[in-house]
């Protein structure tokens, strides 16, 4: 008689093997990887080393390194995965493995450790250096820092899904990487949005971007959380949630 047919894996053994092939694929990824790290390092480099732009008062390093730490957390939530979910849906790579034993959600498990995983390395390559170039973070604000960790990844990878499940992959590229520059530049992430005055301030704090890099700057430098702005971060994350809910589409 044939031999039966073998089990699947235990679930929490496909999702590690799910999130470890993607943090593979992510590493391996040269214009992903440049975004995600390259990029970072040299605006933390860069910021250190020049007296522009203008980061408000305070030691200029304690306040660039959080900027910096915010800035990789959108690089690889939403910019990579935004990219790489994109293109596994025009190939297909998303409806084939939601017919596995991984299931879909499963695979969205596997996406998600696999950014923490990228993002834990990221703010070890910062931190390291910024702690060579004089950085100081609060020991306490360390800890505070998990949590806009979490919920940081949790807003942009559900944001990531709004726009990969909708457009089509070359579209999402193009998306992406725009909002990507248009943040780094206009969202407080890099320069503090206390530098701007007036309306332009109280505009940008709604935004996801400068609600997780203020997080991290209260933490980093003063030991504080910062509750309103953690506040703004997760109705960012529960409404793109819904949203992607509703509208990802697994297949072209």
Do not use: H
């Not at 007296?51 to 910019?79: H, K, M, N, Q, Y």
């Not at 007036?198 to 030991?223: V, Y």
């Amino acid at each position: 008689a044939p031999a039966p047919a073998p089990a699947p894996a235990a679930a929490q053994a496909r999702v590690r093997a799910q999130a470890a092939f993607e943090l593979r694929t992510l590493l391996s990824n040269g214009e992903q990887l440049l975004v995600s790290l390259v990029f970072p390092l040299g605006a933390l480099l860069g910021l250190a080393i020049t007296s522009f732009p203008s980061l408000g008062e305070g030691r200029r390093i304690d306040l660039a390194v959080p900027g910096v730490l915010a800035l990789c957390i959108l690089s690889a939530s939403f910019t990579a995965q935004a990219i790489a979910t994109g293109f596994d849906r025009r190939y297909a790579v998303l409806r084939l493995l939601g017919t596995t034993p991984l299931g879909r959600e499963g695979l969205l498990w596997g996406k998600a450790l696999a950014t923490i995983g990228v993002e834990l390395l990221q703010w070890l390559v910062i931190g390291g250096v910024g702690i060579a170039l004089g950085w100081r973070p609060q020991p306490l604000g360390l800890l505070y820092a998990v949590l806009w960790l979490v919920l940081g990844t949790w807003a942009f990878v559900a944001l990531a899904l709004v726009l990969a499940g909708v457009m089509r992959a070359e579209g999402v590229l193009a998306i992406a990487n725009l909002v990507w520059v248009v943040l780094l530049v206009l969202g407080g992430v890099i320069v503090p949005r206390a530098t701007l005055s007036g309306l332009g301030e109280t505009l940008t704090g709604w935004l996801p971007s400068a609600a997780l890099a203020d997080g991290l700057r209260a933490a980093l430098i003063e030991g504080t959380v910062l509750w309103g702005a953690a506040g703004v971060l997760a109705v960012w994350a529960i409404a793109a949630t819904a949203l992607a809910r509703r509208t990802f589409r697994w297949s072209d």
